[in-house]
């Protein structure tokens, strides 16, 4: 005869802490790439432009690239770590640097 294991529950307090907790440090410290339907395109922690013309634009994101194919492309702002462009987007690429 089988022995059923016992789970232990959690009781609602615990599981409703871990629920809403704070994500680990390093969290916050990824890349975040915002696309808006209207043509903007905001970056977070962007680590460099590895390409830039009117067409195109290539991302250095730490470990990816992201490439952002469209029209009138437009660097907007850059500076701390965001980075803002403007313009048509009509396909984003996504390519592994490793």
């Given at each position: 005869m089988k022995h059923k294991r016992k789970t232990r529950?959690?009781?609602?307090?615990?599981?409703l802490k871990r629920l809403v907790r704070q994500p680990p440090a390093a969290f916050y410290r990824q890349p975040v790439l915002h696309i808006q339907c209207g043509g903007q395109v905001e970056v977070e922690g962007c680590k460099g432009v590895l390409l830039y013309d009117e067409s195109q634009i290539r991302l250095?994101?730490?470990g990816w690239q992201?490439?952002?194919?469209?029209?009138?492309?437009?660097?907007c702002g850059v500076g701390g770590r965001?980075?803002?462009?403007?313009?048509?987007?009509?396909?984003?690429?996504?390519?592994?640097e490793r």
């Open positions: 529950r959690e009781s609602p307090g615990t599981y250095d994101m730490g992201v490439s952002l194919y469209g029209d009138e492309l437009t660097l965001m980075l803002t462009l403007k313009g048509r987007i009509f396909r984003a690429e996504f390519s592994n």
